[in-house]
C-alpha cells in the first residue's frame, strides 16, 4: 500500500468506526488470502564457495541449476538456512499467479431454414432404433413386411423396438397371413358346386383380398377345390408392421424418441432471433446444455462463434465517437471551469445535467487532459453490470487504458487487473465503490457518476460513501473531484449552494451529433417516414419527453381493472404496432406480490420474519426476501379456509403476465434481481433487447439506468407512489430520482417518445415536480421537509442496529443501550444531540432474529460514538442512506 492509501484506511476506520484491519482487506490485492509461496533462489554463480558442508554445496548446485526460483516446501529448510546466513541464497515471499484468460463471451448463429428443422433434427440427439423404423414405416401408407422393416432400422431382425413402440399404440404387428383372391381370368363357373360357387360370389364382392383365417370354417373343402381349379389365388404374406401414429405427429415422436427437444427448442428460438445470439441467452431460455449446441453445430445448422464480451452493445445501431465532438457552448463553458482546477484538490466540481446533457463527455475530456500529464483516473459508477455503455465509451476513447474493476471479474483476471494498475500500464479504473482502493499510480482525477446512487454506500463494514471516500482519498492525492447527477443528493445540492462544492450545469439534453443523427434518421426512416432531422448544426439538443400522469382511482371508477390504464394501454398499442419499444418500470421498493386472504384478510407471513412473503410465479412458491425461507402457497386461507385467497401487489412476473394476455403482438422480457441473478445475464438480456428480439422490457430500477436505447418511445411506469410511504426520510427522495431516470430513458433518438406515469396520489409534489422534470422545484420542498424533521443535510444521523433472538431480551438489549447513549450525552454535555428509539425495524424479524435500531442525531455522530464501546451484535452505520 501507498502513503495515501493506508492514510485514506485510517481515516475510513475513524469516520465509520471500523476497525483497520477489516478496512485494510480492501486495498489487498486479489489472492492475498492465499497461502504465500516462499521461493528459494541462489544469490552467488560461483560453484564451490569456501567452507560449504557437502550437504549445502549439493542444495546449492541444485538452485543454480534451475531456470526459477524452487519453492522452499521442496527443500531442505535447515540447510537454506544456513545457506542463507551465509548471504548465499535468498529466501523470498510470492503469491503466484493465476491464470488469466480473456473475457470472451460465445455466440451462435442459425445456419438453416425452418423447413431444414426436421431433417436436422432427425440427425441429432441419440441414436434411436425405435425412430428409425418410425422414419421407415412413414415413406408408405402400406404396411411393410417386419423382417424389412426392422432390417432397415436396426441392421438386425430384432424384434424389441417393435415391441417398444406397439405399447406406445404407435404401430401395430400384423401376423403372417394367407390372402385369398378371385382369379381374374377364371371362365368355369358352370362347373363349380352350389358352396363353391357361393364362396367365390363372396370372394369377388369383397372387392379386394380376404384373410384365409376370417374365412368361415365351413368352407376349407370348398376353398380347396376352387384351388385346385385355378378359380382362385393364395397370398402368401409375412409377418408385417402397420403405422398407427397420425402423420402430423410423426416429427414430434421422432425427435422425442432421439432425445432431440432440447436441439428443437434452441433451433425454434434461433429462429425468432436476427443475427448471432450470446449463448448466456440461449441458456437462460433453453435447457440446452454446451452438447446441445456442439451435436447442432457438428451436423451444420447453427455456426458457433466467439465475440469479445465488452463489445459495444449498440454496434451497428449507435455509434460511438471515439474522437472527441466539438463540444457545445453549455459543456465549453463547464469544461473552462474545470480545467485550470485539474492539478490540484480543490471544492469539488458538482455537474447538474439530465441524463443525455453531454456529462460524460466533460468527463472524458477531462480524463484526457489528466492523462497527458502522465496522472491516472478512477471513474467510479453506482453499478458496474449497468455500466456497459459508459465503460464502452471510455474505452472507444482511450485503448488499451482502461482496468474494469468488479467482482465478477475471476480472480486471474482480477489478480491481472491489480497488477496492470499498479505497475501504471492501466491508468483509468472504472468501477463500483471499490475501485477507490485500486492501487493506481499517481491518482490525478476521481469521477463519481451519478453520485446520488444509494449503491455507493456500502452495507458491511467499514459502511462507506463512496463519494465521501473519493473526496478524502483525492484530497490525500491532491488531485481533484468530479461529482455528477441528473437528480443530485439533496445533501450534496445543499453543500453546492452553500459553496462546499462548485455546481455546474448542463441544462439541455443533446439528441445527438447531427452526423450520427443522420445515420440513425436513415435507419429509422425505414420505419416512420415523417422523420426530421434538423440540419446545419453539429449537435442538436431536444426537449425531455412529455410526462402524462394517470389518476388509477378514476381508472377504478371508470370499471378499468387492469394494470394498465386506458392511456397507457392505447399507448403500448401504438408503439407496438409502429414496431417501436417500450420501457414498462416498476418502484421494486415496496412492490410485492403477496397472498392475501379476500374474506378475513389474512396475509401469508414468513415463520421464521415477520415479513410478508413473496408469490413466485414459475414454482409456485412463497419466498421470504429477507431470510429465505421458501413454502407453499396455500390453496385456502389457514385463518377461515375461504378459498378467494388470492395474489396481491405487482410483479414483474404479473405485469408480463398481463401484457401477453391484452397484447399477443408484445415479446416482453422481464429484466429484474430474479430473472439476472446469473453473472452476466443482465448484459445478456439487455443485448436481446438492444438486438429488438424483444419489443417490451419490464423491470425493476435496473431498467432505469444507464441505458440509451434509441428505439424506445414509451416509458410506463406502473405505479409512481409504491415507494413513496415507506419508512424512511429518503422516500421521496428515492421515488422522485427512479422517476427522473425512467423518464429519461424515452425519445432519445428522432422517433420522439413519451412517458406515461400511473398513480394513486398524483398530487404527490416528488411526482408532480419528476413529470414536470423539475428538479429544482423538488429540492425546494424536500429541503424544507428536512429543515423541519431534522433530517441531513440539517443533521447527521448515526443508526445503530441490533439483531438479537428474543422477543423481550432483543427489546431489553436495545433499551438499556439507548439508556447508556443518554446517560453519556448527559454527562458530557454534547450540546444538540438527540438519541433516538430504540424503535423495530422497517422489517423487525429476519430469521430467528429480531431487529431493533437507535438513531443518533448530532452534528458529527461519530464523534460521541467513538469512545463508546458497542455491545455485541450491535452494528453502526454513519450517515445511513436507508433506515429500512
Ligand atoms: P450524460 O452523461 O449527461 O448522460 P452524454 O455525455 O452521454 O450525456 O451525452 C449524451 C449523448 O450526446 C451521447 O450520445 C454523446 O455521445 C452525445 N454528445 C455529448 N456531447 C456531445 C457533443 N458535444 N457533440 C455531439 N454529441 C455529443
Ligand atoms: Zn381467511
Ligand atoms: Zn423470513
Known sequence: ???????????????????????????????????????????????????????????????????????????????????????????????????????????????????????????VGQNSKQADILRFLWQTDDPLPRESVALAAAGAASDSPLGGLEKRGWIERLPAQTLVLPAPNFSGTENLSAAEKTLLATLQSAGQPVDEASLPPDSKSALKSLREQQAVVLLKEPPRVALRLPPADMPAAIIALRGAEKHARVLELLAQEEGSVWLG????????????????AAIGAVALDEA???????????????????????????????????????????????????????????????????????????????????????????????????????????????????????????????????????????????????????????????????????????????????TPDVVSFRKAERGEYRLLSLPNRILAHAEHLAVQA????????????????????????????????????????????????????????????????????????????????????????????????????????????????????????????????????????????????????????????????????????????????????????????????????ISADTGLYLPDFRAAERTFQVLMQVAGRAGRSPLGGKVIVQTYTPDQPAIIAAAAHDYHTFYRDELAFRYEQGYPPFKRLARLTFAGYGREQSQAEAETLANELRLWVDREGFPAVEIIGPAPTYVQRVGNRFRWQILVRAPNPAEILRPVPLPLNWRVDIDPVSLL
Open 522 to 717: 436513415a435507419l429509422l426512416k425505414k420505419k416512420r417516414a415523417n422523420i426530421t432531422v434538423p440540419r446545419g448544426k453539429s449537435v442538436v439538443t431536444l426537449p425531455l419527453p412529455p410526462v402524462e400522469v394517470v389518476d388509477l382511482r378514476e381508472e377504478l371508477k371508470a370499471g378499468n381493472r387492469s394494470i394498465f390504464s386506458r392511456a397507457l394501454s392505447t399507448a403500448i398499442a401504438e408503439t407496438l404496432n409502429r414496431d417501436e419499444q417500450i420501457i414498462l418500470f416498476l418502484n421494486r421498493r415496496g412492490t410485492a406480490t403477496f397472498v392475501m386472504c379476500r374474506d378475513c384478510g389474512y396475509v401469508a407471513n414468513c415463520p421464521r420474519c415477520d415479513s410478508t412473503l413473496t408469490f413466485h410465479q414459475p414454482s409456485g412458491q412463497l419466498v421470504c426476501h429477507h431470510c429465505g425461507y421458501r413454502g407453499e402457497s396455500p390453496s385456502v386461507c389457514p385463518e377461515c379456509g375461504s378459498e378467494r385467497i388470492r395474489y396481491f401487489g405487482l410483479g414483474t412476473e404479473r405485469v408480463e403476465a398481463a401484457l401477453k394476455r391484452q397484447f399477443p403482438q408484445a415479446r416482453p422480457i422481464r429484466l429484474d434481481r430474479d430473472t439476472t441473478r446469473k453473472p452476466g445475464s443482465h448484459y445478456t438480456f439487455l443485448q436481446h433487447f438492444i438486438a429488438g428480439r424483444a419489443n417490451v422490457m419490464i423491470g425493476t430500477q435496473m431498467v432505469a439506468k444507464g441505458l440509451d436505447l434509441p428505439l424506445v418511445t414509451l416509458v410506463g411506469v
Open 308 to 486: 469479445r464480451r465488452w463489445r459495444d452493445p449498440l454496434a451497428g445501431k449507435a455509434f460511438t465517437l471515439a474522437q472527441p465532438p466539438i463540444l457545445t457552448t453549455e459543456q465549453r463553458d463547464v469544461l473552462a471551469k474545470i480545467v485550470p482546477a485539474l492539478d490540484h484538490f480543490g471544492k469539488p466540481f458538482l455537474i447538474h445535467g439530465v441524463t443525455g446533457a453531454g456529462k460524460t463527455e466533460i468527463y472524458l475530456q477531462a480524463i484526457a487532459r489528466v492523462l497527458r500529464r502522465g496522472k491516472g483516473v478512477i471513474f467510479l459508477v453506482p453499478e458496474i453490470m449497468l455500466a456497459t455503455q459508459i465503460i464502452e465509451r471510455v474505452r472507444a476513447r482511450f485503448p488499451d487504458r482502461v482496468a474494469v474493476w468488479h467482482s465478477a471479474l475471476s480472480p486471474g483476471e482480477r489478480f491481472d487487473t491489480w497488477e496492470r494498475v499498479r505497475d501504471g500500464k492501466l491508468s483509468i479504473v472504472v468501477g463500483a465503490r471499490s475501485a477507490l482502493f485500486a492501487p493506481i499510480q499517481q491518482l490525478g482525477l476521481i469521477i463519481v457518476d451519478e453520485e446520488h446512487e444509494p449503491a455507493y454506500k456500502q452495507d458491511r463494514a467499514p459502511t462507506f460513501h463512496a463519494r465521501e471516500a473519493a473526496i478524502e482519498l483525492a484530497r490525500l492525492n491532491d488531485a481533484p473531484v468530479i461529482l455528477g447527477s441528473a
Open 281 to 296: 441467452w440461449i441458456f437462460a431460455q433453453t435447457d440446452a446444455t454446451q452438447k446441445t449446441l456442439s451435436d447442432l
Open 1 to 123: 500500500m501507498n502513503e495515501s492509501q493506508l492514510a485514506l484506511a485510517q481515516w475510513l476506520a475513524a469516520e465509520y468506526l471500523a476497525p483497520l484491519p477489516t478496512v485494510l482487506r480492501h486495498f489487498l490485492p486479489p489472492g492475498a488470502n492465499r497461502q504465500p509461496l516462499t521461493v528459494v533462489e541462489p544469490l552467488t554463480t560461483d560453484p564451490a564457495p569456501a567452507g560449504l558442508s557437502p550437504t549445502e554445496m549439493a542444495l546449492l548446485r541444485y538452485l543454480q541449476m534451475q531456470k526459477k526460483p524452487v519453492p522452499l516446501e521442496d527443500l531442505d529448510a535447515r540447510t537454506v538456512k544456513s545457506l542463507a546466513e551465509k548471504n548465499l541464497v535468498q529466501r523470498r515471499a510470492t503469491l503466484s499467479k493465476p491464470r488469466v484468460g480473456p473475457r470472451i463471451e460465445r455466440t451462435v448463429e442459425l445456419l438453416i431454414s425452418p423447413d431444414e428443422f426436421e431433417d436436422a433434427l432427425f440427425r
